[in-house]
């Protein structure tokens, strides 16, 4: 059986063949503990040091301001719980967007449970947060900011750059989850100016399993796991070697390639486009037509849903916002915050290219999508 077209990069990437070539020694013959002092251990911890430089030469910061952790998530928590329990204040201002990931969605929730005010700010029809929103939410007394870089439904990218102004404007620690955007276009810590940054590796062709986060040298964070004083004293836990060296290569590779791969997955999203909407009377663009990802595309169709579409085509690998429960669907929160109806956000589907996409793959799949739509509507 011919494996479907897999344009769902956005949901996980494939380990590239360096990556997982990289890994291997660190699970077979090099397997000392970074905290030995024997030749093992030093062979390991040399490892993670390389590593390390390499993620930090793709965000364009220093070395010992990554801290590795097992993925966004844990970065997310790590950061925003981090930064209120190191504040010590008993009713921190939070302020967040309404369209986050709910890696920094449900962390603030948990902590508005616990007694902090959480604002959210809303977003234009384009799916880009307000600035003059985030301007008024982000007062004296805020402790934390946090703004995803781009969406990972949408593609749209995001005014962190603005926010991190707005926060510092008042002495708060700005956070940005970039879990999305890392390796696809270029992230550099400076130019946005922010205090954290979130890195998931199973987004840029590193394994599940491993992340990391960017901590700006002088922020103060209280570690949510006890134990001894590994990265930094901020993630205890003996370092999982192999995944954090597939990580660094992994990041090599994008600062090596990020110039050419960017805009060539950019030009085959707009081509997917351009078959989708010459074929498809009414489909609709979600977000911003160009400050997004290079890879995403997110598009609804019109009068059948997106799960139903993606079933009629059994082609391609791609996937929906929606949820489906007791045989009901959902439609995504994100979506719905952009402005759009319940009925219509139900025929989204995420379409995200990787560095394996070819433009066959663009042709094919846009056949099988056009076919499938056109089964949906003329039953």
């Not at 003059?132 to 969406?151: K, W």
């Not at 030009?267 to 160009?290: S, Y």
């Amino acid at each position: 059986m011919t494996s479907p077209i897999y344009i769902d990069h956005n949901a996980t990437t494939p380990v590239l063949p360096e990556v997982f070539d990289a890994m291997l020694p660190y699970l077979r013959e090099h397997f000392g503990n970074p905290s030995s002092g024997h030749v093992y251990g030093r062979r390991t911890a040399d490892a993670i040091a390389r590593a390390r430089e390499q993620v930090a030469a793709l965000l364009g910061c220093d070395a010992d301001e990554i801290v590795f952790t097992s993925g966004g998530t844990e970065s997310n928590n790590l950061a925003l719980r981090g930064v209120i329990e190191a504040a010590g204040v008993p009713r921190s201002r939070i302020v967040t967007s309404a369209i986050e990931h709910p890696a920094v969605a449900q962390p603030c929730h948990w902590l508005a449970a616990h007694g902090h005010d959480v604002v959210k700010v809303g977003v234009d029809a384009n799916g880009r947060a307000y600035e003059e929103q985030g301007r008024s939410a982000i007062t004296a007394g805020t402790t934390l900011v946090s703004l995803m870089h781009s969406h990972n439904e949408t593609g749209v990218l995001q005014p962190v750059r603005a926010f991190a102004s707005f926060a510092h404007e008042v002495g708060a620690v700005m956070h940005t989850d970039a879990a999305q955007s890392v390796g696809k276009v270029p992230v550099h810590v400076r130019e946005l100016g922010v205090d954290l940054l979130t890195i998931a590796g199973h987004k840029l062709y590193a394994p599940k399993g491993v992340g990391a986060l960017y901590v700006r040298r002088g922020t103060t964070l209280a570690p949510f796991v006890r134990g001894a004083d590994h990265e930094h004293g901020l993630r205890p836990g003996t370092e999982n070697v192999a995944f954090i060296v597939g990580l660094g290569v992994a990041c090599d590779v994008a600062a090596r390639t990020l110039a050419d791969e960017s805009p060539r997955q950019e030009r085959l999203r707009d081509t997917l486009w351009g078959h989708l909407a010459g074929a498809i009377p009414g489909i609709a663009l979600t977000g911003a037509a160009h400050a997004r990802l290079p890879n995403t595309l997110h598009v609804r169709f019109p009068r059948a849903s997106g799960n139903a579409i993606l079933a009629g085509a059994p082609e391609v690998a791609a996937s929906t916002g929606s949820a489906c429960h007791s045989g009901n669907e959902v439609a995504s929160d994100a979506i719905l915050a952009l402005g759009i109806s319940p009925s219509e956000a139900l025929g989204a589907v995420r379409l995200s290219l990787g560095r394996g996409t070819t433009e066959d793959d663009v042709r094919l799949a846009g056949d099988a999508l056009v076919r499938s739509w056109l089964a949906c509507t003329q039953r």
